[in-house]
C-alpha cells in the first residue's frame, strides 16, 4: 500500500456527493458570465461609452472592486479596450473571489470536514493511503475548477467574444481555485475543526484580497509590487481580451503544487483527528452562563459575529473614505452616474449603493448564524441541553436572540464604518447620521432572510441551506441589477432590492413593516416547526 492507495475510489465518492453543488456552482457562473456580455453591449454600444468606462475604472472605488483595467492604455490617451476588457472588469473580480470560495469550502469539506465527523476513520480502516483524503480532495478541486472554467469560457464564446480571451479568462478563475484549494489544505492540516480550518483559509483570503486591493490603488495602470503577492492579481495580469501574456498562469499553479506539498507533509506529521495548531484547554468546570441556551449559543457564536462585525466595519471605513473622489471624477466623467445607479444626488447614490454591499454582506452572517444550529443539532449536541431541561422552543430561541442581536451590532458596526469614512473624505458631519439611517433601513430586510432560514431549519432542516440561493441572489441583484437589466418584479425577489435605496430614496415605512411582519411570521413558524419535528432531523 502506498500513501495514495484508495485515491481515486474517494475522489468518486466526493463527485457523487457534491455532484448537486458542482452543477450550482456552474449555473451560476454560466449564467453571469453569459448575461454580462450582452448587457454590456447594451450599456457601453460604442468606443466612447467603452472608453468612459475605462476612465471611472480609475477610481480608487472601482480599483478596489474591480482590479486594473487593461486594454485601454494610459489615462488621456485611452483607446477602444473592446467589449471583452469591459466584461472582465465587470465580473472578473466577483468570478475570481468566488472560484476561491468555493475550492475553499470544498477542499475543507472533503478534507477536516470528513475527519471531524467521523467518515476519514472509517475509510483509513480499509485500504486506504494516509496521502489519499488529502489528494483526492485535490483532484476533486481540480474538476470542479475545470468545469466551472470551462463553462465561463464557453459562454463567453457563444457571445462572441474572441476564443483566445475567452480562454484566458476562463484559466484564471481556474488557476485562482486550484491555488486557494490548495492552500485551504494546509489549513486543515492546521486546525482541529472544519470550521477553524474554513476561517483559516477564508482568512487567508481575505487577507490576499487586500494586499492586491492596496497595491492596485497604488498603481491603477497594472498594479505595484504589493498585488503580486496576491493569487488573484496573477490571474488578473494574464489581461484577458487586452495585451495577453500566458505566463502567470504558472505561478498560481506553482502555489498549488507547493502548497499541496506541504500539505501532505503536513498530514504525515499530526495524528488523525488532531490538528498541528495547539488547542487551549477547557476550563475544569462550565460557567454559570453556559447553563441557559442562550449563553450557550453567544460562547459558540461569539467569535464568528466578533470577525464579521470586525471586518464589516473596516470595509464601510474603506468605502466611506472613497467618497471624496466622487464629485471630482463625474466632473471629468457624467458617465459615473449611470454606473453609480443612481438618479438624484450622486454622494447619495454612492452611499445608498455601499449600504446595499454591507447589507448584503450582513445577510451572509444572518444566514451563517442560523444555519449554525443546525450544524449544532447534527452532532447532537442540541440533545445535551434539552437533557438538562431546555425546551426546545428555549433553545432556538435562545439562538435566534443572539443571532439578531449579533446581526444588528455587525450592521450598525458597517454602518458606522460608513459614516466614518465618508465624514473623513468630505469633513462634513452630517454624512454619519444620513448614512447610519440609510444602512440601518436595511435591518428588517436582514432579519426577513434570517427569519426564512429559521422556518426552514425548523420545519425542513434538510433543505435549511437552500437558503444560500437566496443570499447569492440577493448578492447578484445588489451587484449586477442595472448592469443586466433585471426587470424589477424578479429583483424584488430579494429583500434588500424592496428596501429603498436611502438616502437617494425616500424611506418607505409600509415596505419596512412588512418586512418585519414577515421575520416574526416566519420566525414563529420555524419555533413551532422545531417543537413538533425530531431532532433527527427529519
Known amino acids: 500500500m502506498t500513501p495514495l492507495t484508495g485515491t481515486l475510489r474517494l475522489l468518486g465518492w466526493g463527485l457523487r456527493r457534491d455532484r448537486l453543488r458542482i452543477g450550482m456552482w456552474c449555473l451560476g457562473v ?19 461609452a467603452r472608453i468612459a468606462r475605462a476612465e471611472i475604472s480609475r477610481m480608487p472605488g472601482t480599483v478596489v472592486m474591480t482590479g486594473p483595467f487593461f486594454g485601454a492604455g494610459p489615462s488621456g490617451s485611452a483607446h477602444d479596450p473592446g467589449v471583452g476588457a469591459v466584461v472582465v472588469s465587470e465580473i472578473g473580480m466577483f468570478l475570481l473571489v468566488a472560484v476561491a470560495i468555493m475550492s475553499i469550502l470544498a477542499a475543507v469539506r472533503h478534507t477536516r470536514g470528513d475527519e471531524e465527523a467521523g467518515r476519514t476513520e472509517l475509510v483509513r480502516a480499509l485500504p486506504t493511503g494516509r496521502a489519499a483524503p488529502a489528494s483526492a480532495a485535490m ?6 475548477n475545470a468545469l466551472v472554467a470551462a463553462v465561463v469560457a464557453g459562454c463567453l464564446v457563444a457571445t462572441g467574444l474572441d476564443l483566445a480571451g475567452s480562454l484566458a479568462f476562463g484559466a484564471s478563475c481556474l488557476v485562482t481555485g486550484l491555488a ?12 482541529e475543526h472544519s470550521r477553524s480550518a474554513g476561517g483559516l483559509a477564508m482568512a ?8 492586491r486591493a492596496v497595491g492596485d490603488v497604488d498603481d491603477p495602470d497594472g498594479g505595484s509590487w504589493l498585488s503580486w503577492l496576491s493569487p488573484i492579481a496573477w490571474a488578473q495580469q494574464i489581461r484577458a481580451f487586452a495585451d495577453l501574456r500566458w505566463w502567470p498562469l504558472g505561478l498560481g499553479l506553482g502555489l498549488a503544487v507547493i502548497a499541496l506539498v506541504v500539505a501532505w507533509l503536513l498530514a504525515g506529521r499530526r495524528d488523525l483527528g488532531e490538528g498541528l495548531l495547539s488547542v487551549r484547554r477547557g476550563r475544569a468546570s462550565a ?4 447553563v441557559s441556551p442562550a449563553g450557550m449559543a453567544l460562547r459558540l457564536l461569539r467569535p464568528s459575529i466578533i470577525a464579521w462585525t470586525i471586518a464589516l466595519l473596516v470595509l464601510g471605513v474603506v468605502f466611506g473614505s472613497l467618497a471624496g473622489a466622487i464629485e471630482d ?3 471629468e466623467t457624467p458617465e459615473i452616474a449611470t454606473w453609480l445607479g443612481g438618479s438624484g444626488a450622486l454622494l447619495d447614490s454612492f452611499g445608498g449603493l455601499i449600504a446595499a454591499y454591507l447589507a448584503a454582506g450582513v445577510t451572509a452572517l444572518a444566514v451563517h448564524l442560523v444555519l449554525r444550529l443546525r450544524e449544532e443539532e447534527s452532532a447532537g449536541r442540541i440533545e445535551h441541553q434539552i437533557a438538562m431541561g431546555a425546551g426546545r422552543i428555549g433553545v432556538m430561541g435562545g439562538w435566534l436572540a443572539v443571532s439578531a442581536v449579533g446581526v444588528t451590532l455587525a450592521l450598525l458596526a458597517s454602518a458606522v464604518g ?7 473624505a468630505l469633513d462634513d458631519r452630517a454624512w454619519l447620521w444620513r448614512l447610519i439611517g440609510a444602512t440601518m433601513g436595511y435591518l428588517p430586510a436582514v432579519l426577513a432572510v434570517m427569519g426564512l432560514a429559521v422556518a426552514l431549519v425548523g420545519w425542513a432542516p434538510r433543505a435549511a441551506k437552500a437558503v444560500w440561493i437566496l443570499v447569492g441572489w440577493i448578492a447578484v441583484v445588489v451587484f449586477f441589477e442595472d448592469l443586466l437589466g ?8 430579494s429583500p434588500v432590492a424592496l428596501t429603498p435605496t436611502a438616502p437617494a430614496e425616500d424611506a418607505s415605512v409600509m415596505v419596512l413593516i412588512c418586512l418585519t411582519a414577515a421575520a416574526a411570521v416566519l420566525s414563529g413558524i420555524g419555533l413551532w416547526g422545531m417543537r413538533r419535528r425530531d431532532l433527527t432531523g427529519a
Not at 454560466?30 to 466612447?48: F, N, Q
Not at 487567508?204 to 494586499?211: H, K, S
Open 486 to 493: 433585471i426587470p424589477d418584479a424578479v429583483a424584488d425577489i
Open 139 to 144: 483532484l476533486l478541486v481540480v474538476l470542479m
Open 329 to 331: 471624477l463625474v466632473a
Open 30 to 48: 454560466g449564467l453571469t458570465a453569459g448575461a454580462t456580455v450582452p448587457a454590456v453591449r447594451d450599456a457601453y454600444p460604442d468606443a466612447a
Open 180 to 191: 486557494f484549494g490548495a492552500l485551504a489544505l494546509c489549513a486543515a492540516q492546521l486546525a
Open 204 to 211: 487567508v483570503l481575505g487577507a490576499l484580497f487586500l494586499a
Open 418 to 424: 460608513l459614516g466614518i469614512g465618508t465624514v473623513s
Open 287 to 290: 460557567p454559570a452562563d453556559l
